[in-house]
């Protein structure tokens, strides 16, 4: 298919992260095969018992080193009002549909540019994954299976075709904070857990200061981030809360130790329940904790997107599959057609015109790294 019908009978399977993503790496493998590449997939499945799989297409030499084009398969939810969100009409000059910019364009302009181009002396990877959205979990389940190993990848996101040679970590946990329940009207026989989640709010204020004074100029905002997004607790007004949790997250610097805030938080959990004479307790559970990710910016990767894209490289302070790739002894660059701000949103869109400039820079990318003449 060429690259706009692509691009929509991959908007039109709904690969929402809570659903198995085979039947769009069906598609891509149905694509690819005819043009010559070899073939694997790696199967799993989740925790809610969904089979979620990784596709690895590879063209050329069974060996390390080449280029590797690397995009995840699933999406966020949508609003089931939208009815655009499976169907991908193009109207005036942009394809709309939930993964139309993250990042189904990208898979539509990779496997464009592998049409492209022939065989090379270096192998040409191309590696579909799952799960991106809620962990980058198919990117830790390939560098754990330890068999890609390439030289320089290329990570699809929405980047407004914009290289990004690096990006902040992010960390997150879950907290729970079990008091006593009682009558409100009788304080001191209870401990309440709301109670004892503003004092440990309060701490997470002096923490987000302490962790303020470490800064890097490279990126904006220039320190590492923090934000508290869910809290739930307590089951009436006049009973005095059992129980409580709330979600808190973090955003490291590269360089800095990811674990740095949860110490910090442990410490602050730990005095909350010697300071209640351990009426409280409180149990944290760690989801993620993914490192910064840096490519220099002398890199041969960086140097040949910043010169056909005509953009400078930059940071940005949310994460993607880069530190895994990295991980793979990869020098990698995040890049791609669409807009990182329509993302995730209704009316999700990215441009025909962007596409086919991104199937244009893949395609040399390809020519370059793998010595594959079109």
């Known amino acids: 298919m060429d690259l706009v019908p692509l691009l929509q009978a991959l908007i039109r399977i709904d690969s929402t992260s809570s659903r198995p993503n085979g039947p769009v790496l069906d598609l891509l493998e149905g694509e690819l095969k005819p043009l010559g590449f070899h073939t694997r997939r790696h199967l799993w499945t989740d925790p809610d018992g969904v089979e979620k799989q990784n596709l690895t297409c590879r063209r050329g030499p069974d060996l390390p080193g080449g280029l590797a084009l690397i995009g995840h398969t699933d999406c966020v939810p949508f609003d089931p009002a939208w009815s655009e969100a499976l169907t991908a009409p193009v109207r005036d000059g942009q394809v709309f549909g939930r993964g139309a910019a993250d990042t189904k364009g990208f898979l539509a302009a990779a496997v464009t540019a592998a049409r492209r181009t022939r065989p090379g002396q270096q192998p040409l990877t191309l590696l579909f994954t799952a799960d991106e959205e809620i962990g980058c979990l198919g990117a830790k389940q390939a560098r754990a299976e330890g068999r890609i190993r390439p030289r320089h990848a290329i990570i699809g996101e929405p980047t407004s075709l914009v290289p990004v040679r690096a990006h902040k970590g ?21 401990a309440s857990a709301v109670h004892a989640l503003g004092r440990l709010l309060l701490e997470l204020e002096r923490i987000g200061g302490e962790l303020k004074l470490v800064t890097d100029a490279a990126f904006d905002p ?29 955003r490291p610097l590269p360089g800095q130790e990811p674990r740095q805030a949860l110490w910090l938080l442990e410490g602050a959990c730990a005095r909350l329940v010697e300071d209640c004479g351990g009426r409280l307790q409180v149990a944290i559970s760690s989801l993620r904790s993914d490192a910064a990710a840096v490519t ?7 140097r040949y997107l910043e010169q056909r894209s005509g953009h400078a490289a930059i940071t940005v302070p949310f994460g993607t599959e880069l530190p895994e790739v990295i991980a793979m002894g990869a020098e990698g660059v995040v890049f791609g057609a669409g807009d990182i701000r329509v993302a995730h949103r209704t009316g999700e869109h990215v441009a025909v015109a962007e596409l086919e400039q991104a199937a244009d820079i893949l395609t040399g990318a390809i020519e370059r790294f793998c010595g594959a003449a079109g």
């Open 170 to 190: 992010y960390c997150t946990v879950d907290v729970e904070v079990t008091g006593l329940e009682g009558h409100s009207a009788y304080p001191d026989l209870g």
């Open 222 to 250: 220039p320190y590492t981030t923090w934000n508290v997004g869910v809290v739930a607790g307590g089951k009436a007004r006049n009973i005095i809360a059992g129980h409580c949790h709330f979600t808190y997250e973090w």
């Open 296 to 302: 220099p910016p002398d890199a041969e990767i960086v």
